[in-house]
């Protein structure tokens, strides 16, 4: 725990705050107390020090659970620090992993604390806001906790030299309330429906172009085939109109 806020406090925030400058937008819509999901577009390997940033209030995710296997000092070491940064492990690797990193999600809110994740499932590929994935509905279905979607947004400025200057702001949007349908964990389309109704929230704020794909399908293709995350696209994406009918709304269903 007080590693988290050494982190937080002297060795990553400071630093980074004097680098990048990070702003943030509507941190009144989280909640001061209780359990919630902050749920996040994944555009750079650093959103999870630059969303907690800009809260009082710890924020804990989920990782890789090879992050806290290793051996020897090396393995210590890595073990301690996402400890220490409020990473929660996970396995990945068993085919009940998507619904062991679920469970361990809701372990998670049903102890208080702000859960946040990527519904994506992967980084960004090249910058679009791809189809999310079932499981922060799910999580939000069986512990009723709001989920707070956030927009991760960097913009380069140029510099002299060809050197570019990367500023960070952070949007949180107004919580998501999904208590309408309470008891309905489990039903693939109403789960499908509000992980969309998510996804909308988070292009809102964001500006993201939405693509109807998996952006974890998308980095496999691009690594099977060496074909740019366009041609990828090209061959996953469905038929324009029916990727019109299937594009996340404002509405759930």
């Known amino acids: 725990m007080l590693f988290y806020w050494f982190l937080k406090f002297v060795a990553i925030g400071p630093p980074a705050r004097v680098v990048f400058r990070p702003t943030a937008e509507g941190v009144e819509n ?9 749920a996040s577009n994944h555009l750079s390997a650093a959103d999870w020090v630059f969303m907690p940033m800009q809260l009082k209030r710890r924020v804990t ?5 090879e992050y ?6 090396k393995g210590f070491l890595q073990r301690a620090f996402f400890t220490g940064a ?13 619904e ?3 469970r361990t999600g809701i372990d998670t809110l049903r102890e208080g604390k702000l859960l946040g994740i990527y519904p994506e499932g992967t980084r960004s590929p090249d910058g679009r806001l791809y189809r999310g994935k079932i499981g922060v509905a799910r999580m939000a279905l069986e512990t009723g906790v ?6 991760m947004v960097y913009s380069s400025r140029k510099l002299p030299f ?3 200057l990367t500023r960070v702001r952070v949007r949180f949007g107004q919580p998501l309330d999904f208590s309408r349908y309470e008891g309905l964990a489990g039903d693939r389309f109403v789960e499908r429906s509000i992980t969309d109704e998510i996804m909308y929230e988070i292009m809102t704020l964001s500006g993201q172009e939405y693509v109807d794909v998996y952006g974890a399908t998308v980095k496999k293709s691009m690594d099977a085939t060496g074909a740019s995350a366009n041609e990828a696209i090209a061959t996953l994406q469905p038929p324009a ?4 009918d299937r594009a996340p709304t404002s509405l759930a269903g």
């Open 30 to 38: 989280v909640p001061a107390t209780g359990a919630a999901i902050l």
């Open 61 to 65: 995710f989920l990782a890789k659970a």
């Open 68 to 73: 806290f296997t290793g051996t020897g000092v």
């Open 86 to 98: 409020g990473q929660v492990p996970i396995d990945r690797s068993s085919a009940t992993a998507a």
């Open 100 to 102: 062991g990193a679920i």
């Open 146 to 151: 709001p989920v707070v979607p956030v927009a």
């Open 162 to 164: 060809g050197k570019k």
């Open 241 to 244: 109109a029916e990727a019109a």
